[in-house]
């Protein structure tokens, strides 16, 4: 099993353009966003409180929170808290009236273009190409330059 920074090395090889790293940092939390939003429409009837269902979203975050506990407790923490914000932000679009696969479809569809652009200019295909959990490894490669940038460690 590869280490955490042996996976954000590998990570970085296809992330060394300026450009490509400036659209990461946009499209990736996009996607990762929208990914959230496909599922955050998903209802369970279960009420966490008032006006809050349970939601696939929720239980499918436990388990991404899990598996980048398995990496890093630190930058678990990190994307767990980064949920969290996408969990409200979706309770959020949702109370102003939108639904949202709609809004999850058109931001996805626009950050993966955005995400093949940037890989354009880098010359290099997308990691995922080589192995699907470099999907998950993209926005724990954000994070971990938000840690190093506090002086946290991972």
Not at 26 to 34: D, G, H, Y
Not at 41 to 60: E, K, Q
Request: proline share 6%; glycine share 8%.
């Amino acid at each position: 099993m590869k280490t955490t920074r042996q996976w954000l090395e590998e990570y970085g090889e296809s992330h060394q353009n300026p450009t490509n790293k400036l659209v990461h940092w946009i499209c990736v939390p996009l996607i990762f966003f929208s990914v959230v939003g496909f599922f955050y429409g998903i209802r369970l009837p279960v009420l966490l409180g008032p006006n809050l269902p349970l939601n696939v979203a929720m239980i499918l975050l436990v388990g991404v929170t899990i598996y980048y506990f398995t990496l890093s407790r630190p930058l678990s923490v990190g994307m767990a808290l980064f949920s969290l914000i996408c969990l409200i932000l979706w309770q959020q679009i949702v109370a102003a009236g939108f639904t949202p696969w709609k809004v999850a479809a058109v931001l996805f569809v626009l950050a993966w273009i955005g995400q093949f652009w940037g890989h354009r200019v880098e010359g290099k295909k997308p990691s995922f190409f080589k192995d699907l959990q470099f999907l998950m490894i993209g926005p724990m490669w954000l994070m971990h330059f938000i840690y190093r940038k506090l002086g946290i460690g991972y």
